[in-house]
């Protein structure tokens, strides 16, 4: 039985990880889960928007997040490293992004020092992204899915075969000449439905925040929502996002036909949400799914039980490229509350050739109507600060905007992860930003747009003064009004 630390930072959720954890203890190996620090958000100034993760922009308030607004002390990384060594573990494994290259740079060289024996691996999207410079932190990187490689790497150790995990599938190292190495890599896996549900134990679970270490769930367990996936990958490909890059990934390292979706049975995603619903009394449901379910068939199946069964309000992202008027209408009656709508641009070149959304307006503005008229709650999520831009779409975006019921608008400040398809057509066409101060004024305008018709009518007005091109002789008076709505949400539903 090999001993395994996993650990994760400013995400006490972490369903890969909790998946990896269940798989472990599944086959026979003692895995300890510890979750450091809580991810919030807070707001900044117009003028420090330069952060290590990402901004994004609510009506009146710009937000930073993560470790930007929550940074660890020198306590809380002591707690860590104490807590780890105190399992004496075998093996310690990090689910990380790209973002925390730099500070889990700082963190392993301080958990070697205490943990000298044991070995170290990285996984998740960022270090399958940035292998290399992953692979010169840890003593290697698990490059792709990571049940199977993880599972194989606890064997070797508790077979005493070290010499083994150098040429184990999806293992990746720097090696004695200073040379990546990416081993072959295993298929995906087929079957969803053999996996175990993810570990939300208590035992061996601890979670540091506010410089003290906590062994139970009383940071997540005060809401009584569950969040569950019933899926893995996404049906679409959008350049910017990583939900549906494992695809490109294993066939430019592996050649392997990577399936961009993969879908549980209903009957295993019910028999997970009514052991968790027993448990928790849980009251409220959050499908994580990059969509949520696009297989009018697979939908019929899930809902029928889902009703009779669990019969909860839930959360689930839409996406109208790939699910029919008749599923949404589906989802509504089986008891969908709130959604997320991703606009992203309100350009259709830019949707179609920069992020690979082959969507229209008209869609957009069907969508929009069908989940005002059947009161859902949902927000249009947007892609600001994108060097593709230009003036004239982002106008295209505001006048989308008036064209849909007003609804709380997300800015999300576009962050290019490195090796994605966005980047690599970055590399390509290396466009000219506009400055900063033209992508603010006209996010300004988008939540203006998106507010009642008082604020919507204000910003349409001033567009007519400046003659339908900038606004940026504005940008004062429109920040001024914008500000206005941080504490006017009921404008988001006129």
Same mark, same amino acid.
């Given at each position: 039985?090999?001993?395994?630390?996993?650990?994760?930072?400013?995400?006490?959720?972490?369903?890969?990880?909790?998946?990896?954890?269940?798989?472990?203890?599944?086959?026979?190996?003692?895995?300890?889960?510890?979750?450091?620090?809580?991810?919030?958000?807070?707001?900044?100034?117009?003028?420090?928007?330069?952060?290590?993760?990402?901004?994004?922009?609510?009506?009146?308030?710009?937000?930073?997040?993560?470790?930007?607004?929550?940074?660890?002390?020198?306590?809380?990384?002591?707690?860590?490293?104490?807590?780890?060594?105190?399992?004496?573990?075998?093996?310690?494994?990090?689910?990380?992004?790209?973002?925390?290259?730099?500070?889990?740079?700082?963190?392993?060289?301080?958990?070697?020092?205490?943990?000298?024996?044991?070995?170290?691996?990285?996984?998740?999207?960022?270090?399958?992204?940035?292998?290399?410079?992953?692979?010169?932190?840890?003593?290697?990187?698990?490059?792709?899915?990571?049940?199977?490689?993880?599972?194989?790497?606890?064997?070797?150790?508790?077979?005493?075969?070290?010499?083994?995990?150098?040429?184990?599938?999806?293992?990746?190292?720097?090696?004695?000449?200073?040379?990546?190495?990416?081993?072959?890599?295993?298929?995906?896996?087929?079957?969803?439905?053999?996996?175990?549900?993810?570990?939300?134990?208590?035992?061996?679970?601890?979670?540091?925040?506010?410089?003290?270490?906590?062994?139970?769930?009383?940071?997540?367990?005060?809401?009584?929502?569950?969040?569950?996936?019933?899926?893995?990958?996404?049906?679409?490909?959008?350049?910017?996002?990583?939900?549906?890059?494992?695809?490109?990934?294993? *066939?430019?390292?592996?050649?392997?036909? $990577?399936?961009? !979706?993969? +879908? /549980?049975?209903?009957?295993?995603? %019910?028999? #997970?949400?009514?052991?968790?619903?027993?448990?928790?009394?849980?009251?409220?449901?959050?499908?994580?799914?990059?969509?949520?379910?696009?297989?009018?068939?697979?939908?019929?199946?899930?809902?029928?039980?889902?009703? *009779?069964?669990?019969?909860?309000?839930? $959360?689930?992202? !839409?996406? +109208? /490229?790939?699910?029919?008027?008749? %599923?949404? #209408?589906?989802?509504?009656?089986?008891?969908?509350?709130?959604?997320?709508?991703?606009?992203?641009?309100?350009?259709?070149?830019?949707?179609?050739?920069?992020?690979?959304?082959?969507?229209?307006?008209?869609?957009?503005?069907?969508?929009?109507?069908?989940?005002?008229?059947?009161?859902?709650?949902?927000?249009?999520?947007?892609?600001?600060?994108?060097?593709?831009?230009?003036?004239?779409?982002?106008?295209?975006?505001?006048?989308?905007?008036?064209?849909?019921?007003?609804?709380?608008?997300?800015?999300?400040?576009?962050?290019?992860?490195?090796?994605?398809?966005?980047?690599?057509?970055?590399?390509?066409?290396?466009?000219?930003?506009?400055?900063?101060?033209?992508?603010?004024?006209?996010?300004?305008?988008?939540?203006?747009?998106?507010?009642?018709?008082?604020?919507?009518?204000?910003?349409?007005?001033?567009?007519?003064?400046?003659?339908?091109?900038?606004?940026?002789?504005?940008?004062?008076?429109?920040?001024?009004?914008?500000?206005?709505?941080?504490?006017?949400?009921?404008?988001?539903?006129?």
């Amino acid at each position: 039985m090999a001993k395994i630390v996993l650990f994760t930072c400013y995400d006490v959720i972490c369903l890969g990880m909790r998946a990896l954890s269940s798989h472990l203890k599944k086959n026979g190996h003692h895995v300890t889960m510890i979750f450091f620090k809580t991810h919030s958000a807070a707001p900044v100034k117009e003028e420090n928007l330069k952060t290590i993760m990402y901004l994004h922009y609510l009506p009146g308030q710009i937000y930073a997040n993560g470790y930007d607004t929550n940074p660890y002390t020198e306590t809380e990384l002591n707690l860590l490293i104490d807590t780890i060594a105190s399992q004496k573990p075998d093996i310690i494994g990090l689910s990380t992004r790209t973002f925390w290259l730099d500070m889990n740079s700082d963190m392993t060289e301080k958990i070697r020092k205490k943990s000298p024996k044991s070995l170290l691996i990285a996984g998740g999207y960022g270090p399958s992204l940035l292998t290399k410079e992953f692979a010169e932190i840890f003593d290697y990187v698990c490059f792709g899915e990571g049940e199977k490689t993880l599972l194989d790497l606890a064997n070797s150790y508790d077979d005493n075969h070290y010499e083994e995990i150098k040429h184990l599938n999806n293992i990746a190292y720097i090696n004695n000449q200073k040379e990546l190495i990416i081993n072959p890599l295993h298929p995906p896996l087929k079957n969803l439905n053999e996996l175990p549900f993810p570990d939300w134990d208590d035992e061996n679970s601890f979670y540091i925040e506010d410089d003290q270490v906590i062994s139970d769930q009383s940071l997540i367990r005060k809401t009584t929502w569950y969040d569950i996936f019933a899926s893995r990958g996404c049906s679409s490909n959008c350049t910017y996002c990583m939900a549906g890059q494992w695809t490109n990934l294993y *066939k430019d390292y592996g050649n392997i036909t $990577f399936p961009r !979706i993969r +879908v /549980r049975n209903p009957e295993n995603v %019910i028999e #997970e949400l009514r052991e968790r619903k027993k448990k928790y009394n849980l009251k409220y449901i959050r499908f994580m799914d990059s969509i949520f379910s696009s297989s009018e068939k697979w939908l019929d199946t899930f809902l029928a039980l889902y009703i *009779k069964e669990i019969s909860l309000p839930f $959360f689930c992202n !839409i996406e +109208v /490229r790939f699910q029919s008027m008749s %599923i949404l #209408e589906k989802l509504c009656a089986a008891g969908m509350q709130e959604t997320s709508f991703g606009i992203q641009s309100g350009s259709e070149r830019i949707r179609k050739e920069i992020y690979n959304r082959k969507i229209s307006n008209e869609q957009i503005i069907l969508a929009a109507n069908f989940l005002t008229e059947n009161k859902i709650n949902y927000q249009h999520d947007i892609i600001g600060f994108n060097p593709f831009e230009t003036e004239e779409t982002l106008k295209e975006t505001f006048d989308l905007l008036c064209s849909i019921p007003p609804k709380r608008t997300i800015v999300f400040h576009l962050n290019i992860f490195p090796n994605s398809t966005l980047e690599k057509l970055y590399q390509e066409k290396k466009p000219e930003s506009l400055p900063p101060i033209y992508h603010l004024t006209w996010i300004y305008m988008w939540h203006l747009a998106s507010a009642g018709h008082e604020y919507r009518n204000f910003a349409k007005d001033l567009l007519t003064k400046s003659l339908n091109k900038t606004p940026l002789q504005h940008h004062d008076l429109i920040k001024e009004k914008w500000t206005e709505l941080e504490h006017k949400e009921s404008l988001f539903d006129e």
